[in-house]
């Protein structure tokens, strides 16, 4: 393969991304597929849907001056789940799907993996990197053969040749599936990575079939690059390649790589024998990095001739590109390389989908903003003014310019009050009284809960009801006391419901908030929220992730009079309070590029510290802080992580270290994958800390008890991420488990893996039910 350019003459600098935000204007593609889920759209409409969106969106890009797009990035659920149709890696633990001839039947396949079914558990679902973005997880077995199935990428490559534009498919590349995969049985010693050779077979027939559909270049997505990886890994990097390399009639290779540096992957993918490679150039990946994969790429031989997607616009930072910066990054790379073109740093799938569509945000603070159909245009800036000069986007350099100036000068960024307080804290302020099981005692002399205690983690579903009650709030078709009358109806049938069932620890529900980050968010100053911000996190779901402006402070309490109300009218039972976590406030906005993460998160901890406080004072025995996102957060380079936990546990305890004794803190996490993290988790010295447990079959128990984790754990029990009803048996298995695995009774809690806001309560209840059952059965088992 050769370079379609003389290399005197050097050609036009091109813009593209690597992906563009699914949902469509207004979240249709949400409402089709849970349409289609609850029966009302058939499987046709949803499809029709989903070809209509993909074109909207190619036009979008091609409007915006992009003539080369992604294809294969846009999903109906998951891209990963996609990746695994397209390789025929269904699980043998699915034997009776309808397979994926029919268009029809491949979806009722698709969603049975992604949804599970009466008969078996959907795919274990995790974090991307370290994104809020959800992919659901390869399973593979020694067993496994893989099936080429192209046809929906190869209609995709149609779509957008039918519109006059190139079409770039982008596809999970093999090394970073089979190291994204799961063994289907943990115990059985196997390595998915001993798949590679059959499954480069299959992406060489895939190359074949790509290049027979007119495609002329293919991006093969490599993100675990940036990952530490063994030398090993490397060297089977190379040898896929090299065989995909050698695959007749191919299209040009683009291996890409995001979301961090390269470092010692770097000389070994530029020496890969590949068209072209994409490289993450942004500031999210860190200036040092970038200026150290600059280095490592230019110095390495065999660039020379190469494609170089230069990632210099930040797919994952709302903030607007430095133009001036990003063009002379480009004009520095562009003599080093055979063709140099301008991109995202990553899919633009981790982004808001438009700016325009912000009705409440201030025009100053909006004029510093970019949001995916921004980058567009940023990008295509970016590639102007490099082929063609600065002259030709002068005014664009101007505006982006004067939007920094006003940023850089506004009152809304600095906080000195703030600043003072953050610069006074101590380690004192981290530290609680006594140790903890000191705590313990004086919290079940105070609370008198039995074994096992039964509770939730703090959302009930979310009901339509609710959701039309605050839409009605918002469009000021109801007033705020309707609004909070209502809330509190729901609040008083949430708590009826679980007296009923008989749990120990009750919750209010979580009713009045949109969202965990974003309720938050909208009552702190330094927070600006969106209207129509969505960004995917899993499947149909979506957040709306604030932006962190300025400097954060708490104007006033925020959930005192909630959790006041469901104390009063819970009968004497305790409440939790329930507070989400400074570390994942932050990891769920997009933070600020002007000032260091660990700063803004002691901002957030001394806010909640004061919340946490006005709980105590109302009443509140028993207060939990959510920290979700910590383990998320987690740098992809285990060289950043002590540093990044030393602050984040430092801010999780300066929000909860203040309280009394006899005041029990609860916090916690729904991801798994706990296992290196325990040492952080024990600093964060919680009084109990739930976890999620059911998906992964209870696998975390075995890590807490090796590691001699001191305090109470609720690992959990009931797989709320899927419309299962888990029985009373499946639930007294993984309490056996969690017994046996070394968990001892008085230190063991009962509740689900996560809240239950996205269940309905045909599942809530009759699985809650099963739990209290199941805590009832090992209880008596325990003190018979
Ligand atoms: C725990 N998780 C969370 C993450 N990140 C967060 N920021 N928050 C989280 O809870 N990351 C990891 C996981 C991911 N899990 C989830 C789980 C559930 C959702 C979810 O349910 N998202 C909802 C949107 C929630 C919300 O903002 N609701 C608002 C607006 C509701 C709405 O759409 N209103 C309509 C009008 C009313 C109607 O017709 O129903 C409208 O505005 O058009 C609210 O309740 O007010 C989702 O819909 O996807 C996300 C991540
Ligand atoms: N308290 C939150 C935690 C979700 S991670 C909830 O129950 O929804
Ligand atoms: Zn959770």
Redesign the pocket.
């Known amino acids: 393969m050769t370079n379609d350019h003389t290399p005197h003459e050097a050609p036009a600098v091109r813009p593209t991304v690597h992906g563009y935000p699914r949902q469509g204007p207004g979240r249709r593609l949400?409402k089709a597929v849970e349409g289609h889920w609850r029966g009302e759209v058939d499987a046709d409409a949803l499809l029709g849907v989903a070809a209509e969106l993909r074109r909207e969106r190619l036009q979008t890009m091609a409007e915006a001056g992009i003539t080369e797009v992604p294809v294969g990035d846009f999903s109906l659920y998951d891209h990963v789940l996609d990746t695994t149709l397209l390789l025929g890696a269904v699980p043998a633990r699915f034997p009776d799907l309808p397979g994926t001839g029919a268009p029809a039947d491949r979806l009722a396949t698709l969603f049975a993996l992604a949804r599970g079914t009466d008969l078996q558990p959907p795919l274990e679902m995790t974090k991307w990197f370290d994104t809020?973005y959800?992919y659901l997880v390869p399973e593979l077995d020694a067993a496994t053969t893989f099936t080429l199935d192209a046809g929906p990428l190869l209609e995709q490559v149609a779509e957008a040749r039918a519109l006059g534009l190139v079409p770039r498919p982008v596809v999970v590349g093999p090394l970073t599936y089979l190291l994204l995969a799961k063994p289907a049985d943990p115990s059985a010693g196997f390595d998915p990575l001993s798949l590679l050779d059959p499954l480069v077979e299959v992406y060489a027939e895939l190359l074949a079939a790509l290049a027979g559909a007119g495609a002329g270049w293919v991006q093969l997505d490599e993100p675990v690059l940036v990952q530490d990886q063994p030398a090993e890994v490397l060297e089977r990097l190379e040898t896929a390649y090299s065989r995909l390399a050698a695959t007749a009639d191919r299209p040009r290779l683009l291996v890409a790589t995001y979301f961090g540096e390269l470092g010692a992957a770097a000389p070994v993918l530029a020496r890969l024998p590949v068209e072209g490679l994409a490289v993450d150039l942004s500031s999210t990946a860190g200036a040092r990095t970038a200026e150290a994969d600059l280095a490592a790429l230019t110095d390495a031989a065999g660039l020379a001739g190469k494609r170089l997607l230069a990632g210099v616009v930040d797919g994952r930072s709302v903030w607007r590109t430095d133009l001036e910066a990003a063009l002379a990054t480009v004009e520095r790379l562009r003599p080093l390389v055979g063709q140099l073109d301008v991109s995202s740093s990553c899919s633009l799938l981790h982004l808001p989908l438009d700016l325009a569509a912000e009705t409440a945000i201030d025009p100053e603070v909006a004029s510093w903003l970019a949001f995916a159909r921004q980058k567009l245009d940023e990008v295509v800036t970016v590639a102007t003014g490099a082929s063609q000069g600065r002259q030709a986007v002068a005014a664009e350099l101007a505006a982006a310019a004067a939007a920094r100036a006003s940023r850089q000068a506004s009152p809304l960024v600095r906080r000195p009050d703030v600043r003072d307080r953050v610069a006074a804290v101590t380690e004192v302020d981290t530290r609680r009284d006594s140790p903890s099981d000191l705590r313990l005692a004086a919290q079940q002399e105070h609370l008198g809960l039995p074994l096992l205690p039964t509770t939730t983690i703090g959302s009930f579903p979310?009901t339509?009801e609710?959701?039309?009650a605050?839409?009605a709030l918002r469009r000021g078709e109801l007033d705020q006391a309707g609004y909070d009358a209502a809330m509190r109806t729901e609040i008083d049938r949430v708590l009826a419901l679980q007296t009923d069932l008989g749990l120990d620890v009750l919750v209010h529900g979580e009713p009045e908030r949109?969202?965990?980050?974003?309720y938050f968010a909208e009552l702190l100053d330094g927070f600006l929220t969106t209207e129509q911000g969505w960004v995917q996190?899993?499947g149909?779901?979506?957040?709306?992730?604030p932006i962190v402006v300025g400097d954060v402070a708490r104007p006033a309490p925020m959930t005192v009079g909630w959790s006041r109300y469901a104390r009063e009218a819970a009968g004497g039972r305790p409440v939790k309070g329930m507070l989400t976590g400074p570390v994942t406030m932050l990891a769920?906005s997009f933070g600020r590029d002007d000032l260091g993460a660990d700063e803004t998160a002691t901002q957030i901890a001394l806010a909640l510290r004061d919340e946490v406080t006005d709980l105590e004072q109302a009443g509140i025995d028993i207060i939990q802080v959510d920290e979700?996102a910590l383990r998320e957060t987690l740098p992809l380079r285990a060289a950043d992580r002590p540093a990044y936990l030393e602050w984040a546990v430092r801010a999780f305890q300066l929000t909860t270290a203040g309280v009394a004794d006899r005041t029990q803190v609860h916090t916690h996490m729904?991801y798994a994958e706990f296992g290196e993290i325990l040492g952080a988790i024990t600093a964060m010295d919680a009084d109990v800390i739930s976890l999620e447990a059911a998906r992964s079959r209870m696998e975390i128990v075995g890590d807490l008890a090796a590691a001699h984790y001191p305090n109470a754990v609720g690992p959990g029990v009931w797989d709320i991420h899927s419309p299962r009803v888990p029985s009373v048996e499946e639930v007294v298995e993984s309490l056996t488990l969690a017994l046996d695995g070394g968990i001892p009774a008085a230190r063991l809690w009962v509740n689900p893996d996560?809240g239950l806001?996205?269940r309905r309560y045909a599942e809530v209840e009759p699985s809650l039910r099963h739990l209290v059952q199941a805590a009832h059965a090992v209880r008596a088992r325990l003190t018979a």
Do not use: F, G
Not at 514 to 518: E, F, H, I, R, T
Not at 540 to 545: D, E, F, L, N, Q
């Open positions: 949400k809020n959800h979310q339509t609710l959701r039309t605050r839409a949109n969202d965990m980050v974003q996190s899993y149909s779901r979506y957040v709306r992730p769920w979700p729904c996560c806001k996205t």
